[in-house]
């Protein structure tokens, strides 16, 4: 995870660390904005019933394996029309060593106003070993309309199928109970046959028996002149796994057919699934540790993938260094229609903007872009595009928090606990950093990791729900809408014919392509967001192009959410 400064990281760090680490200072002048709407984020845990903590390892973090549990997720389990929040927690190495269950998945019913009610035990979840993420990607795997849940761990993955609002596991029958460390994971219609395949990352090789000599208490490796827990350097990365549903509740190891027995084994943490090429096929941008990330194209007619980061700059920095890839989101910025990509990093590596351009390649504009400064001393993990304040624009949130408690001493230009970060979107593709103290949920130093984003009070703005290592989450909510009041918003979702009931892949556009978003669940850290999108203004169309390759056009009411039923447009 720890690597020495780059020269543009260092030349970074002195401008950037006394002006943006900590946000204490007023925002810089702002530059034209489409809308002056004012939006607080305000957090709204106290009093919210969150209370659960996503416990993982001892506070002195000595393995490797303690530092980055705990994962998010969004999903209406119930039908009932507001997100339901499920977390995932770890274990204890004594626990695992005594093969007992871990602090397990818990699963918090939203009750209105933002208000919510533990109802794990009644629901059936799984007291799993240590849980990774909820990669919910909360997705309805076996196509019945509800939402399923699948649980990566260190040690086989847990597949809870929802039956009712009861979740039973069934992680063997469907064959997705992979052995390894599973981290994040998409779900998504990888080969364009209607159902939803599986994408698995997969982290390295730990025995809780036998911990490697890296891995052993008593802090061996040095960063910063401080002793430091080891990895993953010096441990045996995994292979990632993608599995192809049969479409008979069955999901089989797709690697060899899709010719992705030659990619490395890696420290995989982040994956995303997006058409990066703007052919139709559907694209998977996977964020490693330490290493090159990987972009893996689908060809339709060939049925294989072909990794290309390398060739269209999405591989490395902008120095050519790898980096420590943690989490991911996708978002047409620049209205060239193909996603720009945010990577977020270690600290003293800055988090990744990677711009497309007309020739298929991808720029890091991080700098350019105005978001280099602010994220270079922070350790950042769950990420999303989200447009808070409604006006058009994409803003950018940052969950932070450092892997070594170590980072808290003095000298290490950085902190353990860290501030989440907002960059708000303006003009020419740029953002600008909020100050904390103008947000009082951006005001606490938390040891963040996972993050969702969702409209959990179902009034057109997007919240957010962020994982802390051993602590309870933060729920933050967008207050730019107050009843009617406010700027205006169309809000979608989609409904396909296939057994990819929720149409995850669909991009939803407005009819003159400039504003367009696609529906996934996976994204950010180990997390799972709203199905939903929302988009600023009035519109009385949308265009939608589904993963089958139909493209139609719907009518649509303003200041509502519209579900677009695949068929039933122009």
Not at 77 to 102: C, P
Not at 153 to 167: A, K, P, S, T
Not at 374 to 379: E, I, K, N, V
Not at 477 to 487: C, I, L, S, T
């Amino acid at each position: 995870m720890s690597r020495p400064y780059s020269l543009f990281a260092l030349i970074l760090a002195v401008l950037s660390f006394g002006l943006f680490a900590c946000g204490d200072g007023d925002d810089p002048a702002p530059r034209k904005r489409q809308s002056q709407a004012q939006f607080t984020l305000i957090d709204r845990t106290p009093n919210s019933g969150l209370t659960f903590k996503t416990k993982s390892g001892t506070l002195k973090q000595e393995y490797i394996c303690e530092v980055k549990s705990t994962g998010v997720g969004l999903m209406d389990y119930d039908k009932d029309g507001f997100l339901d929040i499920v977390l995932v927690a770890g274990s204890t190495l004594e626990r695992a060593r005594e093969n007992k269950a871990g602090y397990g998945v818990r699963l918090f019913r939203n009750l209105g106003n933002l208000k919510f009610e533990d109802v794990s035990d009644a629901t059936g979840m799984s007291r799993i070993k240590w849980g990774w993420a909820c990669a919910p990607i909360c997705a309805d795997v076996d196509g019945d309309g509800d939402d399923d849940l699948y649980v990566t761990q260190i040690g086989r993955n847990v597949l809870l199928i929802n039956n009712e609002g009861v979740f039973e596991d069934h992680s063997k029958a469907f064959g997705l109970d992979d052995p390894g460390w599973g981290t994040s994971a998409a779900f998504a219609d990888i080969d364009g046959d209607g159902d939803l395949d599986l994408y698995l990352c997969n982290y390295l090789d730990f025995d809780f028996a036998q911990p490697p000599e890296d891995g052993m208490p008593g802090f061996s490796c040095k960063w910063k002149g401080e002793k430091v827990m080891c990895g993953p350097k010096g441990l045996a990365p995994q292979k990632d796994v993608v599995f192809r549903n049969d479409g008979r509740g069955r999901f089989s190891d797709a690697g060899e057919a899709w010719g992705l027995t030659d990619l490395p084994s890696s420290y995989g943490l982040g994956v995303i699934a997006g058409d990066f090429d703007s052919d139709g096929n559907c694209d998977l941008y996977v964020a490693n540790d330490a290493m090159a990330n990987f972009l893996l194209r689908f060809d339709a007619e060939t049925q294989k993938f072909k990794e290309e980061a390398w060739e269209v700059g999405l591989a490395v920095s902008e120095d050519g260094a790898a980096q420590a890839g943690m989490g991911l989101d996708a978002c047409d910025l620049n209205g060239d229609g193909i996603e720009d990509i945010v990577c977020t990093n270690f600290s003293g590596e800055v988090n990744n903007l990677y711009m497309s351009d007309e020739s298929g390649f991808y720029l890091e504009s991080s700098a350019t872009a105005g978001t280099a400064l602010g994220s270079l001393a922070s350790l950042g993990w769950g990420v999303g595009f989200i447009d808070f304040d409604l006006d058009g624009k994409q803003d950018l949130f940052v969950a932070n928090g450092h892997v070594y408690p170590q980072a808290a001493k003095t000298g290490t230009a950085t902190d353990y606990p860290q501030f989440n970060q907002v960059y708000v979107g303006e003009d020419d593709n740029r953002f600008r950093l909020l100050s904390q103290l103008k947000h009082p949920a951006l005001a606490v130093k938390k040891v963040s990791r996972g993050a969702a984003f969702g409209d959990l009070d179902n009034d057109g703005d997007v919240d957010v729900i962020v994982c802390n290592l051993n602590d309870q989450p933060t729920l933050i909510e967008n207050k730019v809408r107050d009843g009617d009041d406010g700027p205006s918003f169309i809000g979608v979702s989609c409904q396909s014919k296939s057994e990819n009931t929720q149409g995850l892949g669909a991009s939803v556009s407005t009819v003159d392509g400039k504003l367009s978003k696609t529906i996934r669940r996976h994204a950010s850290f180990q997390s799972t967001n709203d199905g939903r999108v929302v988009f600023a203004g009035v519109f009385s169309a949308m265009r939608v192009r589904w993963p089958s390759g139909k493209v139609e056009i719907f009518n649509v009411k303003p200041n509502t959410y519209n579900n677009l039923v695949e068929g039933a447009g122009k």
